[in-house]
């Protein structure tokens, strides 16, 4: 099926009251037929609700469709961007281990990397997402992951996805690919390598700014491997928190079985049913808003390549952008998502433009309908100092714009005007 469809139909199966919309199952828990019957399920003899925290009708739904549209085996949805992250790299790594991390990527995850997995015994260690060729010399035996945003927030690279996969496999380490600004609708790591996918749900997929949310998706056979792979003797050892289960040895996904018998058990972070069911509404319009995104972008950034104010315009969809061979392999007809920033001559003259504009609304988002524009500096990366900003990408005097689905000719005018106040 094309993902059109399945955004509308997959994971689906009417009850008995035949609703077209995909029911909100609001309730905390769920009734067992009888003793044995739960036992089954807490032994995953069967399988079936519990208990909100781990399992919904509603989210299994969302989850269910994810999935497919990533062209993956199973999701597990939470209540953030940021918890499916974390999940993913906590299922993967531990104390005394390392893990290996893009230096271009969204604000939290470089300080959760940076700073708060360092609080929990896991190191850090960084490469630049241009150069692939500095992963290898950062691995050894404790290395667990490799982690990456295919489309980088908000330095707005692509990844050489194929190059970084390659390097993984030949070690057998897990890569983790944030695909949140390129969407299943654009980019499909999977098919490029990626073992696990992770996104930030409240952007693209509600579309509209409507509710935070995350999803961890693994690829179709991941089990083959993490059976028997020394670095990862969590899922071929009995896990004694869960009756003595070995994770690899069940006919189940097995990172996203361990996630969420283990960390949405013991750390609950999971999304609200309420959530998952806004998420299936911003899926049905995901692929028709991604284009239309995408070509907004595009004309805007070709804009601002010519405005003489502009320094330069970080636009994979440009011809001329350091990404544009990337972006035509790795997403769809090169179509570059609605991410674009702009460099001005300083942190003065930012200012004074963002302040200018009235159609964009100052917000620290993205993905929205409603075009946004933001000065990183000042706001999600306020915590880096001048080094680590030019090291991740992020000078001073960079506006970045999430460009929405208002008219173009109104988004180019109001930039237009502000760049000359
Ligand atoms: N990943 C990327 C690329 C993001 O842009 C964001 C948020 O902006 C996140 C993850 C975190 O997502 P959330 O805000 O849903 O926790």
Redesign the pocket.
């Known amino acids: 099926m094309d993902l059109q469809t399945i955004a509308i139909h997959s994971g689906y199966e009417k009850d008995s009251q035949r609703t077209m919309a995909v029911p909100i199952y609001m309730s905390t828990a769920y009734e067992f037929r009888d003793v044995e019957h739960a036992a089954n399920l807490f032994s995953l003899k069967e399988l079936g609700n519990i208990y909100t925290r781990l399992n919904n009708p509603t989210t299994d739904v969302f989850e269910k469709r994810f999935a497919e549209l990533e062209g993956g085996e199973a999701a597990l949805a939470t209540a ?6 974390f999940y993913a790299i906590a299922n993967s790594a531990e104390a005394g281990d390392n893990i290996i991390c893009a230096r271009q ?5 470089l300080t959760l990397s940076g700073h708060t997995l360092k609080r929990f015994g896991i190191e850090s260690r960084f490469f630049n997402v241009k150069k692939p060729q500095e992963i290898e010399a950062l691995i050894d035996d404790k290395t667990k992951i490799i982690f990456f ?1 295919s489309l ?2 908000p330095s707005i690279d692509v990844a050489d996805i194929e190059a970084i996969t390659a390097i993984a496999h030949k070690h057998g380490i897990l890569t983790i690919v ?1 695909n ?2 390129a969407t299943p609708v654009l980019c499909r790591p999977f098919e490029f390598g990626a073992d696990i996918s ?6 693209y997929t509600t579309g509209q700014g409507l509710a ?3 999803i961890l998706v693994e690829r179709k056979g991941l089990v083959n491997k993490l059976k028997s792979n020394p670095r990862y003797p969590q899922f071929n050892e009995p896990d004694s928190s869960y009756h003595g289960l070995v994770y690899c040895d069940v006919p189940l996904p097995p990172f996203t079985l361990r996630a969420r018998l283990s960390l949405l058990r013991d750390i609950g972070a999971v999304s609200s049913p309420f959530n998952s069911w806004l998420f299936i509404q911003g899926l049905e319009t995901l692929s028709l808003r991604m284009k239309e995104h995408s070509v907004n972008a595009l004309k805007l950034a070709e804009f601002l390549e010519s405005h003489p104010k502009v320094n330069k315009v970080n636009y994979p969809g440009l011809k001329s952008n350091s990404n544009y061979e990337y972006a035509q392999k790795y997403f769809d007809d090169g179509a570059s998502s609605g991410l674009l920033s702009f460099e001005v001559n300083s942190l003065e003259e930012a200012t004074k433009i963002v302040d200018a504009t009235q159609l964009y609304s100052l917000v ?3 993905g929205d309908s409603k075009s946004i524009i933001t000065h990183p500096a000042s706001t ?1 990366h306020q915590q880096l100092n001048e080094v680590e900003l030019d090291a991740c990408g992020v000078p001073a005097g960079l506006i970045r714009i999430s460009c929405g689905l208002e008219s173009i000719k109104d988004l180019i005018a109001d930039i237009k005007q502000a760049l000359e106040v």
């Open positions: 953030s961007g940021m918890s499916s992250i990527l969204y604000g939290g995850s945003e980088t927030n944030d949140t600004v992770v996104h930030s749900t409240s952007k935070i949310g995350g620290v988002n993205i999600t």
